[in-house]
């Protein structure tokens, strides 16, 4: 069974501190890796996708990686805007979506 | 209206009503699904539909019941539901089955 298990859950950070998300899988070959913001009350926000290992994709204030077990999700220089919940899904061989349960992150001012 | 709408965004329902919740999504997609999100538990899929066909049913009690009429409305009929399905109901489309899934802003549902 696909598994996907984030962490931390919850992340609090100063503004301008830099952190790192992971997301670790389990997966029957993949297909994609996918990166999601969601704030509170709100549908999840797509930010990124990564298709293979050591593949890389930037969007402003964060980047995210992949390895064979893992993505994770770099914060550089957090701004309170950036507080949000990360979600991470994995699609495997049999085109299932499976998301993670999220990181929680707080930036302070 | 662009990208995917949900209506309506707040819904509080007994436990013998019959309502339903809507979606449409403006952005030429032809595969549409609807989620439950629920606290501190990862987005659980329900349906799946491409091009109009439901693909997958993930084992989701009967007391709910789709409806994909065409490529850009999707329903979600409610009836007879349990406390235990307050929830966030999310709709989200995509290209294909594949690609990445955007989605609308979700109805909070609260059974009493």
């Known amino acids: 069974e696909d598994q996907v298990t984030q962490s931390p859950e919850a992340l609090r950070l100063q503004e301008g501190e830099s952190s790192s998300l992971n997301c670790s899988y389990t997966?029957?070959?993949?297909?994609?890796l996918f990166w999601y913001r969601q704030d509170p009350g709100k549908g999840p926000e797509f930010l990124f996708t990564l298709y293979s290992a050591g593949e890389e994709k930037e969007k402003e204030r964060l980047k995210a990686t992949l390895t064979k077990k893992e993505s994770f999700l770099h914060i550089t220089a957090p701004k309170p805007e950036d507080s949000a919940t990360y979600l991470c899904a994995v699609r495997s061989n049999d085109y299932k979506l499976s998301f993670g349960a999220g990181t929680t992150v707080t930036v302070r001012a | 209206e662009t990208g995917v709408t949900q209506t309506p965004r707040h819904l509080v329902m007994g436990m013998t009503n019959k309502k339903s919740l809507k979606c449409e999504q403006h952005l030429g997609h032809n595969a549409m699904y609807w989620y439950k999100q629920s606290a501190k538990k990862p987005l659980e899929l329900m349906f799946v539909?491409?091009?109009?066909?439901?693909?997958e049913n993930n084992s989701v009690p009967s007391r709910f019941s789709p409806e994909c009429p065409n490529s850009s409305h999707l329903f979600l009929h409610l009836h007879t539901l349990q406390p235990e399905d307050s929830a966030l109901y999310l709709c989200a489309s995509s290209f294909d089955g594949n690609n990445e899934q955007f989605f609308g802003p979700g109805t909070r549902l609260t059974v009493l």
């Open positions: 539909y491409n091009f109009k066909e439901q693909t």
């Open positions: 997966v029957s070959g993949l297909r994609g």
